[in-house]
């Protein structure tokens, strides 16, 4: 190839990524936020006939939020941190780029098709895994796609030793394949049914406990390999590059990530608490999500420590506010689980929205700010432009800072009220509340909770104004910048 | 016999979690001791997200013989 011209990192990849982020993430946060409103006002089940209540939109929400914009948030990164972390530009490998294309197509393609399906009601019925098995078959082409580009990118690298971020995404890479394809083993009605079934609908291969078992130890995994190790992989590169300050303990990172892989796969029978699993297991799922808190706070406080003695950028420069409050959301969402994890508390928190709080102050606070912080920091350095707006990203921090603060509040208080209604006996023993006695009880805090959907989504659309306009009318750079992300 | 199986599981899963939290300790042992020995420098790796041009300097370079054979393949 052109040995002479002068080599550049081709962002190319990154940026079409880029914009499935922000694509997916508006579609979907939109929906959590339509959800979310006819929990609290049930007349809006009722707008859009079948295709409008919440059993269709729910999973179009949850899939689109994890496998539409965090994957497309993990595949932007992997292709900016991948390509400079290891020294080599993805312009070196006409192979590696073709695959890199093909797989975004495909992803795109698949992905659309599958929340369509969604929608017309085509779902395994799994939580998390509703996709029926020719979309699976498509996630898992994508993935080892991904995977081919990966470990290329690795194999033509000039930098030897793998920084830290990089195990994170094989992680995820290797995490994300092995669950998908042990939970996703399924055989469609038609075959099991001697021709009555359907061929597009499938059931299950495993059943009751069992299947139970695989569905949390992937439901709870495709946290910890989706929500958590690639976002702890970018925080690992974005944090330390914008504040121009090293890691402060890279043996400390390491052995987090050691800690984090060892852990993780045994808490998810933390979810089959109070149920038939084997006794032992459940408390193997306690115990893990206890001991969790160590790696999952080593790699926190190794970002918090990262800014010792530059605490000044946290009031100059909005990207480290948001990185920081990303890393302290993720300490508060990872002692949450664990306590929540605890049998007795369990009892309470089990099926109230304590959960539904719990998983959102990860996401909208941690996932979401750090995809977010990402892209800021990516988009100059991509579109050769300085960020559109400073102001517009100050108010977009503070309204989305307040929403997630709503959000989690008004379910932790919501949870907990149902949680002991549920439980209260009068002095003979008879339970004291109906069922739809809780719902008269949490209607406020589902209206809540449903504003603060609205404000986080605001709060979005601005972000993805502002990335509109950094690309478009950002001040023009003469180069690329170093450390500090440039903004008006 | 379903119920032996079932204790066998919990045994095997306490010696597992015994055997990881051995190999946990372990690593962070020898961490610092091949620091200390001068056998390695983990800080350094910290570099290399803030000198993260295409034309840095590796901070560990790939062996001659290996570049060799990429520059030939290009």
């Known amino acids: 190839m052109q040995s002479n011209a002068a080599l550049e990192y081709d962002y190319s990849l990154s940026k079409k990524f880029t914009f499935l982020t922000i694509l997916f993430g508006f579609l979907g946060m939109l929906v959590g936020t339509i959800i979310a409103a006819q929990m609290a006002f049930p007349e809006l089940n009722y707008l859009l006939g079948e295709y409008g209540t919440f059993s269709r939109l729910r999973p179009i929400h949850t899939n689109t939020v994890v496998f539409g914009f965090t994957v497309s948030g993990i595949f932007a990164t992997w292709y900016y941190i991948g390509q400079r972390v290891l020294k080599v530009s993805m312009a070196e490998s006409k192979f590696l780029m073709f695959i890199g294309n093909l797989m975004f197509w495909l992803y795109f393609v698949g992905a659309l098709l599958a929340t369509i399906s969604l929608l017309f009601g085509v779902s395994s019925s799994k939580e998390y895994a509703q996709y029926e098995w020719p979309f699976d078959l498509v996630v898992v082409v994508v993935w080892v796609l991904w995977g081919v580009s990966v470990m290329g990118l690795i194999g033509i690298r000039r930098e030897k030793a793998l920084y830290i971020s990089v195990w994170y995404y094989l992680a995820c890479f290797l995490g994300i394949a092995m669950l998908y394809l042990f939970n996703n083993m399924a055989i469609p009605t038609y075959f099991a049914t001697e021709g009555l079934g359907n061929i597009l609908h499938s059931v299950s291969m495993y059943s009751g406990t069992n299947d139970a078992l695989v569905q949390w130890w992937y439901g709870h995994n495709a946290v910890a390999f989706g929500f958590t190790v690639p976002i702890v992989g970018m925080i690992y590169y974005f944090l330390p590059k914008e504040s121009g300050q090293a890691i402060y303990s890279y043996k400390l990172s390491l052995l987090s990530f050691w800690g984090l892989m060892f852990v993780y796969l045994w808490a998810g029978s933390h979810h089959l608490l109070w149920s038939t699993v084997p006794d032992w297991m459940q408390t193997m799922g306690s115990a893990f999500s206890v001991v969790l808190i160590l790696p999952s706070w080593g790699s926190a406080i190794n970002m918090l420590l990262t800014m010792k003695g530059e605490w000044n950028q946290l009031t100059d420069n909005p990207l480290i506010k948001f990185m920081v409050l990303a890393s302290t959301f993720y300490m508060l969402s990872t002692i949450e689980g664990p306590i929540q994890a605890i049998r007795s508390v369990n009892a309470i928190a089990h099926f109230t929205d304590w959960i539904p709080g719990h998983v959102h102050d990860g996401v909208l606070g941690w996932v979401v700010f750090m995809i977010m912080a990402a892209i800021f920091h990516m988009a100059p350095r991509m579109f050769r432009r300085e960020i559109y707006s400073k102001k517009l990203m100050e108010a977009q921090f503070w309204l989305q800072t307040i929403a997630v603060v709503l959000y989690f509040t008004s379910m932790w208080i919501a949870g907990i009220t149902q949680g002991m209604m549920w439980r209260a006996v009068d002095e003979y023993g008879n339970l004291m509340y109906s069922f739809i006695d809780t719902v008269t009880v949490l209607h406020p805090y589902y209206a809540i909770r449903a504003l603060s959907g609205v404000m986080y989504l605001v709060g979005f659309l601005m972000f993805a104004y502002n990335i509109y306009k950094t690309m478009t009318s950002g001040r023009q750079l003469s180069e690329e910048p170093q450390f500090r992300t440039p903004m008006a | ?74």
Do not use: C
């Not at chain 2, 079932?6 to 091949?34: D, E, K, P, T």
């Open chain 2, 1 to 74: 016999m379903d119920m032996d199986l079932r204790n066998l599981q919990g045994y095997a899963s306490f010696a597992m979690s015994i055997f990881l939290v051995v190999m946990l300790y372990w690593y962070i042992i020898h961490l610092y001791r091949s620091e200390k020995k001068g056998e390695r420098d983990y800080e350094k790796y910290g570099k290399i997200a803030l000198d993260d041009e295409v034309t840095s300097t590796p901070v560990e370079d790939k062996p001659a013989s290996e570049r060799e054979y990429k520059e030939e393949n290009k």
